[in-house]
C-alpha cells in the first residue's frame, strides 16, 4: 500500500518509510538498525523527528507499527 505526500501527491512506499527511510539520516548504522527495535511510540521522539526532517521526511503521528 502506498500513501501520497501531503504536498506533492507523490507516492511513497509504506515499507520504505517503516524499515529503510531512517538510513537516510543522519545516525550511524548501528543507531539507525536500533531505532527498527523501538516501540512506534519511541520512534518519533523529538531527536528522531529532527534527523527525519534534516532528510526531508516529516510525519504525523505515527510511522505505523
Known sequence: MDVHCSTCGEPW??????????FETALSHEEAESW????????LSTRYREKFR???????????S
Open 54 to 64: 534534516a532528510a526531508g521526511w516529516e510525519f504525523g503521528a505515527s510511522t505505523c
Open 13 to 22: 512506499d509504506v515499507y520504505h518509510l517503516r524499515h529503510d527511510a531512517i
Open 36 to 43: 527498527r527495535t523501538l516501540s512506534p511510540g519511541r520512534r
